[in-house]
């Protein structure tokens, strides 16, 4: 016996609004976080110039960046479209995801000169009052220890030449009046600090 039709398209609406109202599943969860590895590595360590490794990033510190990205608050051309329709409880899980991957940096050649000059700025500057002595960040401050050289460099003269739209105005106080070398420096400092 075959059932109406109107049944059909009842139990379809019903069936549709059960999974809208769903918490993200584990298998939505790996869907999304598919497109993330293209960019962003395996495991969240990046293998790519300017993009950022996510893997050990504070999980607070990740779920305010999707949150602004996906606003569109922070631009990110790449990702733009990427979190259209992502919900709150999906955008957590993400940071929840990353928080917990180990970060496994692969810097290029240690330079000792560059990097001393880099430990004394930063600690002249006191970096480690917010994002920890260990650089490791906590709550809405990024870690620093082991990033990528050139991901830090870029978002350190962005912050400095105010290109850093829709991200914390505090780290352009932080930086002002920086040379450029010492920025470098400070870049390879951290790349290479090993932290747990
Ligand atoms: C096409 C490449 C691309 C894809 C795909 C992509 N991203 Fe990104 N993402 C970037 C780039 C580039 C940046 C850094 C932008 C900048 O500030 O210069 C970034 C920055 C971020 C940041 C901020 C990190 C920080 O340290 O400031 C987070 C968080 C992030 N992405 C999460 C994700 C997640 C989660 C996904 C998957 C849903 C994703 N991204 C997909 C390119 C991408
Ligand atoms: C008063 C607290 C504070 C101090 C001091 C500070 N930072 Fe930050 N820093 C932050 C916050 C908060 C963010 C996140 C900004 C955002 O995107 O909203 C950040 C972001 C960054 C980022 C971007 C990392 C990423 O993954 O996107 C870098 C690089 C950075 N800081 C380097 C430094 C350096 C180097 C110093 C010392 C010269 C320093 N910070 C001093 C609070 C601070």
């Known amino acids: 016996m075959t059932r109406p039709t109107w049944t059909r398209s009842a139990t379809a609406l019903l069936a549709l609004s ?36 996510l893997a050990a990033q504070p999980r607070v510190f990740i779920e305010n960046q999707l949150v602004m990205i996906r606003e569109g608050l922070r631009e990110i051309p790449a990702m733009k479209g990427q979190l259209d329709g992502v919900s709150d409880a999906e955008l957590s899980a993400m940071a929840r995801h990353f928080a917990a991957l180990p970060l496994k940096p692969a810097p290029a050649a240690k330079n000792d000169a560059l990097f001393a000059q880099g430990q004394k700025v930063s600690e002249a500057s006191r970096c480690g009052s917010c994002h920890l002595p260990s650089y490791v960040g906590r709550e809405q401050m990024p870690r620093l220890a082991g990033q990528r050289e050139d991901y830090l460099l870029h978002s350190m003269r962005q912050f400095q030449n105010n290109q850093a739209t829709g991200r914390d105005t505090i780290m352009a106080a932080s930086l002002y009046g920086i040379a450029d070398a010492d920025l470098r420096a400070m870049a390879h400092f951290l790349a290479h600090t090993t932290a747990p």
């Open 18 to 53: 059960c999974w809208a109202g769903a918490p993200a599943s584990a298998q939505d969860l790996a869907a999304r976080l598919q497109s993330c590895v293209a960019c962003h590595g395996m495991g969240g360590n990046s293998t790519l110039p300017n993009i950022p490794s």
